[in-house]
């Protein structure tokens, strides 16, 4: 019996121990039974080490190593004058002039950098070309089609398939997909076009997050090449076409 009240006290303060206190909060310093990997021998940033010559833990890049991805010159950077492509293009970022209008066209300037004849480091002229039309093209028919119709006309797989009577299948017909060749939709600005691909608009989710401003823009030229398709002014036809039968 002595031992018995002995081992059910053990299994009591054990079954508190492990079970009791799980997911509660405390401030006291946790008793490490085991520490898994809260501490490890590892060397952080910005630390000291006597191990090498100029006692740093950050190791200098090899030689002649090439800089990928946000490839920023310190030098640079820390320059009094810096200021990155984004701040200084913010028409490429936002859609908006100075004013904070949305902007017809396109912007200016891209977001890359080059050397001017004086060597100075300038943003790019934002260049239209089919390579711009052809990664709008490919966005548009990725993100867009679907609600938009690979035509902009509002009649994408979206809308179609829940037009199906009795297919209640999946998600609800979005009953506000916007018909872009409208002439409502056609007359908006581009700036407006990127504000809405950027953050949505009433029952459209926002595209920030998935399409780099350089692909909005491609994505609104695209858009407007498809517009121009459906809305062709007659002087823009070819002549090889019969333009009789046109409506
Ligand atoms: C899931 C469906 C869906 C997808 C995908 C979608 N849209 Fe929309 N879009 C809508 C709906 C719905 C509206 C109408 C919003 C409203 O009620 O004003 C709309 C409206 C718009 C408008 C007009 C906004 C205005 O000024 O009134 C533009 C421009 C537009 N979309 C562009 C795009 C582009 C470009 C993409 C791809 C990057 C895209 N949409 C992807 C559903 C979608």
Redesign the pocket.
């Known amino acids: 019996m002595r031992y018995f009240f002995a081992i059910f006290a053990v299994i009591c303060f054990a079954t508190v121990a492990i079970l009791g206190w799980r997911g509660k909060a405390s401030k006291s310093t946790p008793v490490y039974v085991f520490d898994d990997m809260d501490y490890q021998s590892k060397l952080k940033p910005m630390g000291q080490n006597t191990f090498f010559e100029d006692g740093r833990n950050d190791r200098p890049p090899v030689p002649g190593a090439v800089a990928r991805g946000n490839a920023w010159q310190s030098a640079e950077v820390f320059s009094a004058e810096y200021r990155d492509a984004a701040s200084r293009n913010p028409e490429f970022v936002t859609g908006k002039n100075a004013d904070g209008e949305f902007i017809d066209g396109f912007p200016k300037h891209s977001l890359t950098f080059t050397t001017d004849a004086k060597g100075g480091r300038v943003l790019a002229p934002f260049v239209l070309d089919e390579r711009v039309l052809a990664k709008g093209k490919e966005?548009?028919e990725i993100?867009?089609a679907?609600?938009?119709g690979y035509a902009g006309n509002g009649e994408g797989i979206?809308k179609v398939r829940n037009q199906i009577p009795g297919d209640d299948e999946g998600d609800r017909f979005?009953g506000?997909?916007?018909n872009?060749q409208l002439a409502s939709?056609r007359e908006?600005r581009n700036g407006?076009?990127f504000n809405?691909?950027t953050h949505g608009?009433?029952?459209?989710?926002a595209?920030g997050d998935k399409?780099t401003p350089e692909e909005r823009w491609a994505?609104i030229a695209y858009?407007r090449a498809l517009q121009l398709s459906q809305n062709c002014p007659p002087d823009l036809v070819p002549d090889s076409i019969d333009k009789a039968n046109l409506k």
Do not use: E, G
């Open positions: 966005r548009f993100f867009c679907v609600c938009h979206l979005i506000t997909i916007a872009l939709y908006k407006d076009y809405t691909i608009k009433s029952t459209m989710q595209y399409l994505v858009l």
